[in-house]
T-cell receptor
Framework: SAVISQKPSRDICQRGTSLTIQCQVD?????MFWYRQQPGQSLTLIAT?????????ESGFVIDKFPISRPNLTFSTLTVSNMSPEDSSIYLC???????????FGPGTRLLVL | KQEVTQIPAALSVPEGENLVLNCSFT??????LQWFRQDPGKGLTSLLL?????REQTSGRLNASLDKSSGRSTLYIAASQPGDSATYLC????????????FGAGTRLAVHP
């Protein structure tokens, strides 16, 4: 099974600033997913990040707000730009098992925007 | 558009009870269905994965069933324990090479001694 780490684990930020979240996987994976979990809500997919190509964003999410980097097969970053209190959420990185069976999740980054 | 619904939204039971958590989905063309557990402030832990061709999967005190044609899955927890207290999430993956997970809103379970 994949082991996923995220940094930071939590942060408190001021509105208007940006935060970059890092996701590191202990094995090479083609696809990485970024999810958002707003308070009391379930998980919503933000985008799919493939190495060597631009991320694919879901409806309601745009690259200017959530730029993603995928420099290699074990690492990705998600930036939350120009933050507002509505961006307060848990952000989770996820990778599928080979063959897209089970999906593994990182511990999440808890973001509070004041 | 696939939608996943979980009932009940919250459940509080005494220790030792057998529980059934329900998950329904609108599009039966799924690749698989997965049940996760989320503890407060933590990430997700995969509990059981059921392929679209399977009817059920078991792991310890957990049993998950799938009725694809009716768009339903249940997670059965036997002899519940306080350590089972968590939020349980159901997620489906679409068929036909469509590989993102669609999550339900979850069932918050509290098992008290």
């Amino acid at each position: 099974s994949a082991v996923i780490s995220q940094k930071p684990s939590r942060d408190i930020c001021q509105r208007g600033t940006s935060l970059t979240i890092q996701c590191q996987v202990d094995s090479q994976v083609t696809m990485m997913f970024w999810y958002r979990q707003q308070p009391g809500q379930s998980l919503t997919l933000i985008a799919t990040a493939n190495q060597g190509s631009e991320a694919t964003y879901e409806s309601g999410f745009v690259i200017d707000k959530f730029p993603i980097s995928r420099p290699n097969l074990t690492f990705s970053t998600l930036t939350v730009s120009n933050m507002s209190p509505e961006d307060s959420s848990i952000y989770l990185c996820s990778v599928p098992e080979t063959g897209e069976e089970t999906q593994y999740f990182g511990p999440g980054t808890r973001l509070l925007v004041l | 558009k696939q939608e996943v619904t979980q009932i009940p939204a919250a459940l509080s039971v005494p220790e030792g009870e057998n529980l059934v958590l329900n998950c329904s989905f609108t599009d039966s063309a799924i690749y698989n269905l997965q049940w996760f557990r989320q503890d407060p402030g933590k990430g997700l832990t995969s509990l059981l994965l059921i392929q679209s061709s399977q009817r059920e999967q078991t792991s310890g005190r957990l049993n998950a069933s799938l009725d694809k044609s009716s768009g339903r899955s249940t997670l059965y927890i036997a002899a519940s324990q306080p350590g089972d207290s968590a939020t349980y999430l159901c997620a489906v993956r679409g068929a036909g090479g469509y590989n993102k997970l669609i999550f339900g809103a979850g069932t918050r379970l509290a098992v008290h001694p």
